[in-house]
């Protein structure tokens, strides 16, 4: 079991920044990819980025490209998620998610086994 636990949400003017963490506590977070998952209203979850368990490979939706980079640093169990540029466009809940799957950088939601609550995020224009 891994319990995961997101934070950094919150308004931010279009162009702004943010920083999403996600803690995760329970079984050894070291051994899991990553990956970051978006809900805005009204749509499906989304893809956002992956990292491998060693953080040495990372894969993002083409949407972030460029203006978002996943993070971790699995000595303090722990996921980031830097967003620049944002815009209203990205408005959503931000959920993190673990996979058993170590060295994958899946984008598909099956292949994760635990999610977070998510925290929202809301851009304004």
Known sequence: Q????????GLVQAGGSLRLSCAA???AFRNY?????????????????AI???????NYADSVKG???????NAEN?????MNSLSPEDTA???????VFGDDLNNRLHRYDYFGQGT???VSS
């Open 67 to 73: 203006r978002f980079t996943i993070s971790r640093n």
């Open 2 to 9: 891994v319990h995961l636990i997101e934070s950094g949400g």
């Open 25 to 27: 506590s329970g079984a």
């Open 52 to 58: 491998t368990r060693r953080g040495d490979s990372t």
């Open 33 to 49: 990819a990553m990956g970051w998952f978006r809900q805005a209203p009204g749509k499906e979850r989304e893809f956002v980025a």
């Open 120 to 122: 929202q995020v809301t």
């Open 93 to 99: 809940i931000y959920s993190c998610a673990a996979s």
């Open 78 to 82: 722990t996921v980031y998620l830097q």
